[in-house]
């Protein structure tokens, strides 16, 4: 079945980096747009951006500029997230979802920013 | 960039009375390109309509969706005890993709 399997539960310090992963399967990877969405404890949903099939373009909300970046391995079905100089705020489960029109979505990825 | 506004912040109703959530857009929104998805406790969100009005694949039929240009309703005939969560408008565009949420409803048990 198709499916999105998002990696574990990271806590980092404030100005570190983070990587999350999202592996695809049940479908055809290269298909589809690829999105990342996050949500704080108790907060809604928060658009951060997308990718295209290829992984050639991207396309970030205007917040997440110069510290976000999604790539994508097309050899392994598998989606990335970055994001840099992490701040207490950025503290949220972070949701890969598949398709222009996501309808398939990952479990979540809790992201702790402590010091 | 378009705002959403979602109205009411929470609607506490009985199961088996109907559900109206509102979402209104800052500006007009392109092709209807609105979507409405529902979200539980702990869980990822659930796609239910897409383009104001269209069901998503396995959505029951007692979801609808309505609305044009800068307003738009879900609407819940009868309320199951499964469908007690927080729904979020999206509004997607092309060009360039752009999409935006609201600050969600939150439907629960009265």
């Known amino acids: 079945q198709v499916q999105l399997v998002q990696s574990g539960a990271e806590v980092k310090k404030p100005g570190a980096s983070v990587k999350v992963s999202c592996k695809a399967s049940?479908?055809?990877?290269?298909?589809?747009?690829m999105h990342w969405v996050r949500q704080a404890p108790g907060q809604g949903l928060e658009w951060m951006g997308i990718?295209?099939?290829?992984?050639?373009?991207?396309r970030y909300a205007q917040r997440f500029q110069g510290r976000v970046s999604m790539t994508r391995d097309t050899s392994t079905g598998t989606l990335y997230m970055q994001l840099s100089s992490l701040r207490s705020e950025d503290t949220a489960v972070y949701y890969c979802?598949?398709?222009?029109?996501?309808?398939?979505w990952g479990q979540g990825t809790t992201v702790i920013v402590s010091s | 960039e378009i705002v959403l506004t979602q109205s009411p912040g929470t609607l506490s109703l009985s199961p088996g009375e109907r559900a109206t959530l509102s979402c209104r857009a800052s500006q007009s929104v392109r092709n209807n390109y609105l979507a409405w998805y529902q979200q539980k406790p702990g869980q990822a969100p659930r796609l239910l309509i897409h383009?104001?009005?269209s069901r998503a694949t396995g959505i029951p039929d007692r979801f609808s969706g309505s609305g044009s240009g800068t307003d738009f309703t879900l609407t819940i005939s009868r309320l199951e005890p499964e469908d007690f969560a927080v729904y979020y408008c999206?509004?997607?565009?092309?060009?360039?993709?752009?999409?935006?949420f609201g600050p969600g409803t939150k439907v629960d048990i009265k």
């Open positions: 999206q509004q997607y565009d092309s060009s360039p993709p752009i999409f935006t």
């Open positions: 979802a598949r398709g222009h029109l996501p309808d398939v």
């Open positions: 049940g479908y055809t990877f290269t298909s589809y747009y």
């Open positions: 990718i295209n099939p290829s992984g050639t373009g991207t």
């Open positions: 383009g104001a009005s």
